[in-house]
Nanobody
Framework: QVQLVESGGGLVQAGGSLRLSCAAS????????MGWFRQAPGKERGFVAT????????SYADSVKGRFTISRDNAKNTLYLQMNSLKPEDTAVYYC?????????????????WGQGTQVTVSS
């Protein structure tokens, strides 16, 4: 059973940047695609970005395209989300998750393993 631990969240002004990290336990990190999701108060958890097992393929939600970059370091068992040009509407709890395959996807239920989340707050 993989364990995922997010870090790097915090309070930032609009236009600022943050980099989230997700540390994964176990030896199977490099075999699976990974993803980032977020959940704002009163809203459903939604897709942010996904990356394939080797980083060769990525996909983003339209709302973050051009501002966020997902990446991974398989040698360190770590997933990243670089967030630039942050907006108040990016405020949410951000979760990393492991996909059920090596290729990834955007569907919430394609991800059987989740971290506990890290809060990102963007002030205007």
């Amino acid at each position: 059973q993989v364990q995922l631990v997010e870090s790097g969240g915090g309070l930032v002004q609009a236009g600022g940047s943050l980099r989230l990290s997700c540390a994964a336990s176990g030896r199977t990190f490099s075999s699976y695609a990974m993803g980032w999701f977020r959940q704002a108060p009163g809203k459903e958890r939604g897709f942010v970005a996904t990356i394939s097992w080797n980083g060769g393929s990525t996909s983003y939600a339209d709302s973050v395209k051009g501002r966020f970059t997902i990446s991974r370091d398989n040698a360190k068992n770590t997933l990243y989300l670089q967030m630039n040009s942050l907006k108040p509407e990016d405020t949410a709890v951000y979760y990393c998750a492991r996909h059920r395959t090596a290729l990834g996807g955007t569907g919430l239920y394609e991800y059987p393993s989740w971290g506990q989340g890290t809060q990102v707050t963007v002030s205007s």
